[in-house]
Each structure stands twice: as C-alpha cells, then as structure tokens.
C-alpha cells in the first residue's frame, strides 16, 4: 500500500521500504542528518501508514475502560490525551496508542500500521452486543508528524492557528480542517497533524517550503530509542506484559472495579512479582542489534532494540534483563563479548545526553 | 548511477580488490555496498597476521540500519588494516576506494584475482540487484 504523499516521497529522492504492509520512505538520502535536524531544528514525517479509529457514542467511556490498560475518565476535558496499551487476556500487549477525546462521547485512537486490521477485529470482537458506539477506521485521514525544537511555531505559521501556540503536551485540537495533537515519537517538542488527502498534499509542500527536513523510518527509529520509547512488536508483544515492558506506569490498577481486559492476570502476575524489566544498555565500542544475548550477575536477557545513537555518537539499545540486574553487563555481538552498562532510559533528553 | 573504477576487480559480495605494486592486494566495499548501507557508524577490523581463506568473512561493516559481514576476496595473510576507520568509519561513505580501505592481503597467489569480477561484469551484478529490489 502507499499513502496519499507516495510521489512526493519519490520526487524528493526517498529509498523506499516495506514496513507493516506499506511502501514508507527509510531515508532522503542520510538518516544521520534526518536525525540531527530533528534535535536541533525540526523535522517532518509522513506517518499514514498509521490507522486513527473513532469511537463514537454513549458507551464510548465504558468501551474504552475494558479495552485500554488506562482509566479513560481521566481524559477529562474534551482536547486531552495519554498514552496507553490494548491488552489480551493474558496481559500481553496487543498494542500500544495514543486515545484523544474529542468530546464527551467521542475518542479518537491511533493505532500502529502493522497492528491496525487485527486491532480493529479485536476491537470489533470484544464489545459487548448492548453497547451503543460506533467504531469507525478512518483510513481518510493522513498523519504528518512535524518534531523537533521549532516545530511548534512553525506548524503554527503553516497551518495558521494561534491555538496551536496555546496547545499544551499531550492535548489536541481540531482546527479547520486539521486536526493537531502535541504529541510525536521523537523524545522532542512537536505536533501530529491529521488530515483530508487534499490537505495533506499543500501540507506537505508549505512544510517544505519552510525549510523542515523530510525523515524517514530510519531517523524515527534512532530518535524514538534515544528517547527511550518503546516500538511495539520489538519492546512489546503480545507475549510479553507491560510490567515487563517498562510500562506498568499506564496500567491503571484505580478505580479497583474497573475489569479492562487483561487485568485479572495482570493482577497475578504483580503479585508473583515480574521476573524481568525493560531497561537500556549502552556500549562504547560496537553497535547492538535486537536479538543478541545480554549477561549480567543475575542471569541472561536480551537485546529488544539497538542501534547507533547519533546524538551520542555511541551504541544505545532497550533489553529485557532480570529485574534485579544493573550496572556492567556482557553483550553477545557475534561470538565476542562486549562490556555494556544497564542504565535507565531515556538517553537523550531536550537533545542532550542523560547518563554520563 | 554508482561508481565502478575499471581498473579494480570484485566480488558478488560488493568488495573491492587493487593489485598494488608491491604485489599486495588492498581490499574495501564499493561505491554501491556503501550507498545501500548508508550512514557507517562502526567497523570491525580483521586482525593482522591473519590467514584467511577466499569467501570467509574477515571484518564487519555497520551502519545505523544493520550489520554487514566483509568477506575476503582471496586467499592469504592480512598484512594491514585500516586503523583511521576506527575513529572515522565515515571514510567509507565519502571515499570507498580511496581513504576508505579496509585491509591489505598478501595473496597465497595473485592469479586468483583473475576468478573475481571485473568492472563490466560487476556493474552487470549489480544491476540484477537493483532490479530485484
């Protein structure tokens, strides 16, 4: 599948790849410089490959407190958002996503390409028949994620809202024929922007003309590590909990009556206590990769994702170590063993470097 | 459209080979390998003294995307490796054939160059690849 800026991609030099079934640019010609210009500047992305899916009704609140590990009720004025994971009954994630409320009964999720046909049959399969909501995949809207230290007043300038100024972390609003959400998965300040494809084209184009530089998967996947953020079906899979995940901050265990799917087990599994943790791990000499072996004084783990942070100049990655284990660890890069250090993510913050 | 020197000979596995004067065979990646696995950010050198036989992998490559593995094109003893790359593995993006060296064989015997590529049959291979792509 491609999405609606396909030809501009192209026309801007983009080495294409296949990625959850779509065709998305990997890079316009360095992911290094895609990355620096993120950190220092900013940068924009063509992320249309993800699903937004509506929520719509009376029941929209109940729908979502069984669907999602957070208590939406939260969400408590129309325009806020969090973070949060769908779970199985297993407590595995099925995926993680961001839910806006739009109104009172109203929601809007953005689910991941690769997850989004399985998440909207499990959505589908676990309403209840009496509930009143109606669930549309809204694979009319494109998403154009704008990050980096001035992508706030320049978003603002290009789709010319004073309330994009005023928009604070983690709200959204829906200004004519956008719809900008402050958030984005790059560890810097930014906004996604959801709209018609006839908008998203000039969209693209007035982006450009401001000077922002085009990024690829490449430059999302080395910003989102240094900032120590998850990417589903690497950090977290279905067979995995987010207690396990670096993620038990989003389960919300209150109210104790809400029975969202997953929790029963995920219950068990707190009070057995979890075995193993997300954690970072950096390294000096030699870049990690997902799936190599991590030894430390408590047992093995594993290398989830890693990489080469730019920023830092050095390797980073996310393992899933025993939970007890910190400081000096061996990782397994191709038969030798390299001396790594666990330490706790982030790595890069406000594009500087966290851990000495 | 990558750069091919049509003086050089190569592998299937993108590696270049230079007879020198002094019967030496400095070996790097070329111009195609090194704009496929774009920005490179570490190299694993092979270590000197080494005897390594034609096809075996001798040094890795990696760029932010991945790993690769550098074979030896020929038979022999590595008699030098490109320290510079350490601190600079860019070199092998901006300059491949040049301060982008990787190693320097001394061939167990330089007529197995004539089993390698040359630039025309190469540039062919590498076309293949781009179509399969």
């Known amino acids: 599948m491609k999405t609606a800026l396909f030809d501009q991609h192209q026309a801007l030099g983009a080495r294409m790849v296949d990625f959850g079934g779509w065709r998305m640019p990997l890079h316009y010609g360095s992911q290094v410089a895609e990355h620096h210009a993120v950190r220092n500047k900013a940068g924009i992305f063509d992320v249309s490959h993800m699903l ?26 129309v325009g806020q958002a969090l973070y949060t994971v769908m779970l199985n009954e297993n407590g595995g994630i099925i995926d993680d996503l961001i839910v806006y ?39 009319d809207l494109n998403i154009v994620a704008v990050q980096g230290p001035e992508a706030l007043t320049i978003a603002s300038k290009v789709v010319g809202g004073k309330d994009i100024d005023a928009l604070k972390p983690f709200t959204c609003v829906e200004h004519d024929q956008y719809f900008i959400g402050r958030t984005g998965y790059t560890g810097e300040d930014g906004v996604e922007i959801l709209c018609a494809t006839d ?23 080395t910003l989102r590590l240094e900032a120590g953020l998850n990417l589903y079906g ?64 408590l047992g093995n783990g594993v290398i989830t994702s890693g990489t080469y942070s730019p920023t830092l100049g050095y390797s980073i990655a996310l393992a899933r170590v025993p939970k007890l284990a910190t400081g000096d660890c061996k990782i397994d890069i191709r038969g030798r063993l390299v001396d790594g ?11 500087r470097k966290v851990h000495k | 459209m990558s750069e091919i020197p049509s003086e050089l000979k190569y592998t299937a596995t993108h590696e270049w080979s230079r007879l020198r004067d002094d019967g030496l065979v400095e070996v790097g990646i070329t111009d195609f390998a090194q ?43 590595v008699v030098e490796a490109n320290d510079e790359l350490v601190d600079e593995p860019e070199r092998i993006n901006a300059d491949p054939y040049g301060s982008g060296w990787i190693f320097v064989i ?28």
């Not at chain 1, 937004?52 to 004025?77: I, K, M, T, Y």
């Not at chain 1, 109203?106 to 009496?130: G, H, L, M, Y």
């Not at chain 1, 693209?204 to 085009?214: G, H, R, V, Y």
């Open chain 1, 101 to 139: 409320r739009l109104s009172s009964d109203r929601f809007r999720i953005i689910f991941n390409a690769a997850t989004s046909t399985t998440d909207v049959q499990w959505v589908e399969s676990r309403i209840p028949q009496d509930f009143e909501v109606e669930i549309q995949p809204r694979r």
């Open chain 2, 106 to 133: 001394e061939p167990t015997d330089t007529e197995d160059l004539d089993n390698l590529l040359d630039a025309l049959e190469y540039e062919e291979h590498c076309a293949e690849e781009e179509e399969q792509h």
């Open chain 1, 199 to 221: 908008a998203v084209h000039s969209l693209w184009k007035a982006l450009i003309e401001e000077q922002l530089t085009p990024c690829g998967l490449g430059a999302r996947d």
């Open chain 2, 35 to 77: 704009n496929a696995l774009g920005d490179i950010v570490f190299v694993e050198l092979p270590e000197v003294e080494e005897e390594v036989a034609g096809e075996e992998e001798v040094a890795v490559v990696e760029s932010v995307k991945a790993a690769s593995d550098i074979y030896a094109p020929i038979s022999g003893r």
């Open chain 1, 341 to 351: 250090r666990l330490v706790r993510p982030p790595f890069v913050r406000k594009g």
């Open chain 1, 234 to 297: 690497q950090d977290m899979t279905s067979e995995v909990s987010p207690l396990e995940s670096a993620l038990e901050w989003v389960v919300h265990w209150e109210p104790i009556d809400r029975s969202f799917i997953g929790r029963e087990r995920l219950q068990n599994l707190k009070a057995a206590g979890a075995q193993r943790k997300l954690t970072g791990v950096v390294l000096e000499r030699g870049i990690m990769r997902a799936g190599q072996e991590v030894q430390t004084g």
């Open chain 1, 52 to 77: 937004p899916v509506d929520f719509e009704g009376p029941d929209a609140v109940p729908v979502l407190q069984l669907l999602l590990a957070s208590d939406v009720s939260r969400l408590q004025s």
